[in-house]
């Protein structure tokens, strides 16, 4: 498990670059031993590490990350914290008893997360306004409609919108048909994350800046240990928990389970009067392609519009200035196909950030030695999912067990994947097909 690759910080990620900065922690320097150690400080680490300082108070918590915690995948996702999600096809009762669960985990990491949030009183500009899943084509209204009907026999609350009350509600005449569903919450992903290290119990010692480069399970004194490999230094730990998403491939987690996918995404300056008057001075709103390679698109509480509508098989851990702005010319077009007044110039931050993708939609919930575990693999819904698998996690390592821990492992495991290089070439031919039949919706 050598020659680990991390991406490094930048100054690209727009909710990052918007809030205030802060410090960086120490790195990992000697020889260091803990009793448990957490690797990776996104939503899960953070949780995971969170939940286990506060289930064994007199034990010393260590969490890594490669770069500064919480600016990785975190906070470069898009702001959804969602409940109920657009699958196509699950009408069947087999299919609507398996929804329903999906559905109930969503809902379960959506309210751990808000328990978090009020609690501790974290300002990451909660909004309980819901979300729209729309198209702009007549090919993905039948989409729509199956999901409209799903809901129903779900009972769970959302408005059809269509015409005038589309276009007031978004500022656009883009789109032909919406589904406005009420349980979705909007937030900035960076405060968010930036909260979760805020909270964190003086039993965590958080070190950024270095990344694994090896891990290994050893025996000492009879006893397994964990011995994590850093830059400047080792870990020795009890116990290991690893919370690396899409990066678990990269250390012979789940390598033919789940794989990544690099997306980019744009955040315009604060739209001027003018030009809020122009669309019609809508209240914020977050829509959702109907098409799963449609565009992302939000408009914020500060009148920023967010856009992501790309996503693809990269090398590379992180993208140059050079491609980022081709990405950047795919975003303004995307925009301006929905409100062309504005300025080819709006854009003012343009980033890239990984997730993790199983091929059945599944997630990573597993021991993989006798003190060591694993979460991850949210297949682009990872806020609440994230915190939860957190939460739980850190539970089930300690023994522990709880009805959340029942409905995880009673979900479906991720499946196998074909092996490299033939399964970059099948995601890449994917996408691509994808990409040409969602060109109305980009």
């Known amino acids: 498990m050598n020659n680990i690759k991390t991406p490094k910080n930048d100054n690209t990620c727009g909710w990052s670059e918007i809030i205030a900065s802060r410090a960086s922690c120490a790195q990992v320097l000697g020889n260091i031993k803990t009793d448990w150690l957490v690797v990776g400080a996104g939503y899960t680490g953070l949780s995971a590490a969170r939940s286990l300082a506060l289930l064994h108070p007199n034990k010393r918590i260590v969490l890594i990350d490669g770069q500064k915690a919480g600016e990785g995948a975190s906070a470069r996702?898009?702001?959804?914290?969602?409940?109920?999600?657009?699958?196509?096809?699950?009408?069947?009762?087999?299919?609507?008893?398996?929804?329903?669960?999906?559905?109930?985990?969503?809902?379960?990491?959506?309210?751990?997360?808000?328990?978090?949030?009020?609690q501790h009183k974290i300002l990451c500009n909660w909004s309980e306004i819901g979300k729209i899943h729309a198209t702009a084509t007549v090919k993905n209204e039948q989409k729509l409609q199956r999901f409209s009907e799903t809901l129903e026999q779900l009972n769970l609350t959302h408005n059809v919108l269509s015409g005038a009350t589309l276009k007031n509600r978004l500022g656009t005449n883009y789109y032909r048909l919406g589904i406005e569903t009420k349980g979705a919450v909007m937030l900035q992903p960076a405060s968010l994350a930036r909260g979760l290290i805020d909270i964190l119990p003086e039993n965590v010692t958080l070190f950024e800046h270095s990344p694994m480069l090896e891990w290994q399970s050893t025996r000492m004194n009879g006893n397994q240990r964990y011995q994590v490999t850093c830059p400047g230094g080792t870990i020795t730990a009890n116990g290991i928990i690893f919370a690396v998403n899409g990066f678990m491939p990269a250390i012979g987690l789940n390598r033919n389970r789940v794989f990544p996918l690099t997306l980019t995404a744009s955040l315009t300056r604060p739209l001027s009067d003018a030009e809020y008057q122009s669309i019609g001075q809508p209240s914020q709103w977050g829509l959702l392609s109907a098409h799963a390679m449609g565009a992302t698109v939000r408009l914020t509480q500060d009148k920023r519009l967010m856009i992501r509508n790309t996503a693809e098989v990269w090398g590379p851990m992180s993208m140059s200035a050079a491609d980022l702005n081709q990405r950047k010319a795919t975003?303004?077009?995307?925009?301006?196909?929905?409100?062309?007044?504005?300025?080819?110039?709006?854009?003012?931050?343009?980033?890239?950030?990984?997730?993790?993708?199983?091929?059945?939609?599944?997630?990573?919930f597993s021991q993989i030695d006798k003190h060591a575990f694993a979460a991850g693999c949210y297949n682009g819904g990872g806020i609440g999912l994230g915190i939860l698998y957190g939460q739980q996690i850190a539970l089930y390592a300690s023994g522990g067990t709880s009805d959340k821990i029942s409905l995880i492992q009673n979900r479906p495991k991720p499946k196998k994947l074909p092996s490299p290089p033939f399964l970059n070439w099948g995601v890449a031919l994917r996408l691509k097909k994808d990409r040409y039949f969602a060109k109305t919706e980009r």
């Open 77 to 118: 996702n898009s702001g959804y914290l969602v409940d109920s999600t657009l699958n196509d096809g699950h009408l069947s009762d087999t299919g609507l008893s398996a929804y329903q669960q999906k559905y109930q985990l969503n809902k379960a990491g959506l309210e751990a997360t808000k328990v978090l949030v009020e």
């Open 331 to 364: 975003h303004i077009d995307g925009l301006r196909k929905r409100f062309p007044q504005l300025a080819a110039d709006a854009i003012e931050y343009t980033w890239s950030g990984i997730t993790c993708i199983s091929k059945n939609n599944a997630n990573v």
